[in-house]
């Protein structure tokens, strides 16, 4: 499986973003796609996760009601749309695929097999 990232960039606070992630390689509807972000020294944690039918949608607290995780099967992508970013929202985000499509709280790294290369969010105080 590939995954690639993209819709990265600089933002203001309190601006939006969305990211990209584009899948082949595997049946994109058997796999729960998950988005990673890692700031720097600090470890990669969770930010959201999505079944593989797009039905059962999880967040970070820290991300709830700014967030919004989405696929489109159709096109093997999967999607995070960012509201009201803050400074700490500044990191590397990742997007990953799990061997499998049911949603079983899938939050820690190692609940994921495939990663994309990471694209850099960056916002503005």
């Known amino acids: 499986v590939q995954l690639q990232a993209s819709g990265g960039g600089l933002v203001q606070a309190g601006g939006s973003l969305r990211l990209s992630c584009a899948a082949s390689?595997?049946?994109?509807?058997?796999?729960?796609m998950g988005w990673f972000r890692q700031a720097p020294g600090q470890e990669r944690e969770f930010v959201s996760g999505?079944?593989?039918?797009?039905?059962?949608?999880y967040y970070a607290d820290s991300v709830k009601g700014r967030f919004t995780i989405s696929r489109d099967n159709a096109k093997n992508t999967v999607y995070l749309q960012m509201h009201s970013l803050k400074s700490e929202d500044t990191a590397i985000y990742y997007c990953?695929?799990?061997?499998?499509?049911?949603?079983?709280?899938?939050?820690?790294?190692?609940?994921?097999?495939?990663w994309g290369q990471g694209t850099q969010v960056t916002v503005s105080s």
């Open positions: 990953c695929a799990a061997r499998r499509a049911g949603w079983a709280s899938q939050t820690r790294p190692y609940d994921y097999d495939y």
């Open positions: 390689g595997r049946t994109f509807s058997s796999s729960v």
């Open positions: 999505i079944s593989g039918s797009g039905g059962i949608t």
